[in-house]
């Protein structure tokens, strides 16, 4: 009985055990009978899955089986299509080499012709993309393009037609590029907007607007230059757009449709105020002294120009007038009559001494403007120059154009040196003549003075 009840809690154990995986979190057994029933239960249920299971197996066993079946029956058919298809690939080349060969015979002397038509159209199809006579007449390319086309793939044989209209189509560029015409396109203007405009084609040089502006030519489409040629070539132009007859002057540019090497290098070319700005500080220096100079010079000039008639008139009166430097050194003579030679030749060399600053003012300061200025300009000259160079040691010499540019730049000041310093010496010279030949009418009459002062008392 004490085994019995130690047995007991073990089955009672085992069995819950079993029920609690069998059938899935079944209640627990009150009783060994309920227990035993659920255990037998439990077996059941496992032995009728596990007999699907073994069902579903065969079944995909089977099911497997079929498949690899199919599978080796198909790879066995492509093998014999694959077959097959090499056995007409070998016959088929051999009938290619038969056409080709049968092709040749018969084509004979064409197949030089032919050859001479294809590498013709391909070089009219090239003109065709760069010419201005394109703008007139667009799309001619395409049909050129597909004979090309036709003709390299060796299997059909251009028309008689076909031929006619590459003849008519050089001869239409040949004719075109002789003669000035006017046509409507779609033109593009320096801000991007499209819009229709009669424009005039100069042979295959240039093309222009009514308003006299020239346009570019690039992917098929016309553009206003974004910088016109200035002067007289917008202007002759204008006149030939809008001409009906006659002959006309233009400016044409014979290096290319597309705006032209030559044109492209005036539009780029820096206008003189371009060209003063890139003078900069040391350039705007150079010009502020350089004008202060002229206005100085002008200003003197005049200045002297006045005082010098004045002295000629002074010359020409008995009486000394205060107006004019001779007329104040005369006044000392006629204020002191009766002055021993001596003293009165002292006393008019002080005059024209008094006299002299007056007329020679402003002298020094444009000499020194004069030789300040070109030193001005060497300064900008250098300090460009170690612009330039720093330029280049961060970024390279690879661009000699940009290289060249900061050089001329650079040299701008030298320039604007030159310009102030030339002038301002010939306008010192002239405005020092000036000077000095007054001078030189005081000196003179005050030495008359006292020579004949002299006389008078040695009488």
Do not use: C
């Not at 009938?95 to 018969?106: D, F, G, I, P, S």
């Not at 005039?200 to 910088?227: C, H, K, Q, W």
């Not at 220096?285 to 000039?301: D, S």
Request: aromatic letters at 6%; proline letters at 3%.
């Amino acid at each position: 009985m004490k085994a019995l009840n130690k047995i007991f809690p073990v089955l009672l154990l085992g069995g819950a055990l079993a029920i609690s995986g069998a059938a899935n979190a079944q209640e627990e057994a009150a009783t060994l009978d309920e227990l035993l029933g659920l255990v037998k239960q439990g077996q059941v249920t496992e032995a009728r899955e596990n007999a699907e299971r073994e069902r579903q197996f065969a079944a995909a066993k089977a099911d497997q089986a079929r498949l690899l079946r199919e599978a080796e029956n198909e790879r066995t058919r492509q093998e014999e299509e694959s077959t097959r298809l090499e056995n007409q690939f070998e016959e088929n080349e051999l009938l290619v080499t038969a056409k080709q060969e049968q092709l040749r015979e018969r084509l004979g002397s064409l197949t030089e012709l032919f050859g001479h038509l294809t590498a013709a159209s391909g070089d009219l199809a090239s003109t065709f993309e760069v010419s201005l006579v394109s703008a007139q007449y667009p799309n001619r390319g395409e049909f050129l393009r597909e004979l090309i086309n036709k003709m390299s793939n060796s299997d059909k044989l251009p028309r008689i037609e076909e031929i006619e209209r590459v003849w008519y189509e050089l001869l239409r560029e040949i004719t075109a590029t002789g003669n000035v015409a006017e046509f409507t396109a779609e033109v593009a203007s320096a801000a991007g907007e499209r819009s229709e405009r009669e424009v005039v084609r100069v042979g295959a040089f240039n093309v222009i607007d009514m308003e006299g502006n020239y346009l570019a030519y690039n992917n098929d489409t016309l553009s206003v230059l974004p910088r016109q040629p200035a002067g007289r070539f917008t202007n002759w132009a204008e006149n030939l757009a809008n001409a009906d007859s006659g002959m006309h002057r233009f400016g044409i540019d014979p290096t290319g449709p597309t705006g032209g090497s030559f044109l492209a290098a005036i539009i780029d070319s820096p206008t003189l105020e371009e060209r003063w700005h890139q003078g900069g500080y040391v350039g705007y220096a150079i010009t502020a002294v350089g004008v202060f100079a002229f206005i100085l010079a002008i200003y003197r000039l005049i200045v002297l120009s006045v005082v010098g008639a004045k002295v000629s008139s002074q010359l020409k009166s008995g009486t000394a007038n205060t107006n004019n430097p001779l007329g104040r050194v005369l006044k000392v003579h006629e204020d002191n009559p009766s002055m021993d030679p001596e003293t009165l030749e002292l006393k008019m060399a002080e005059g024209v001494m008094r006299e002299t600053p007056r007329l020679e003012s402003g002298l020094t300061l444009l000499k020194i403007i004069a030789a300040v200025a070109p030193l001005m300009g060497l300064l900008g000259t250098v300090t460009g120059m170690i612009i330039t160079f720093q330029a280049i040691t961060i970024f390279g010499a690879g661009d000699p154009k940009a290289m060249a540019g900061g050089i001329s730049s650079a040299l701008v000041t030298t320039v604007l040196g030159l310009l102030v310093a030339i002038p301002v010496v010939l306008l010192h010279t002239i405005v020092n003549g000036r000077a000095q030949r007054i001078i030189h009418v005081l000196n003179e009459q005050a030495t008359g003075i006292v020579a004949e002062h002299s006389e008078a008392n040695a009488k």
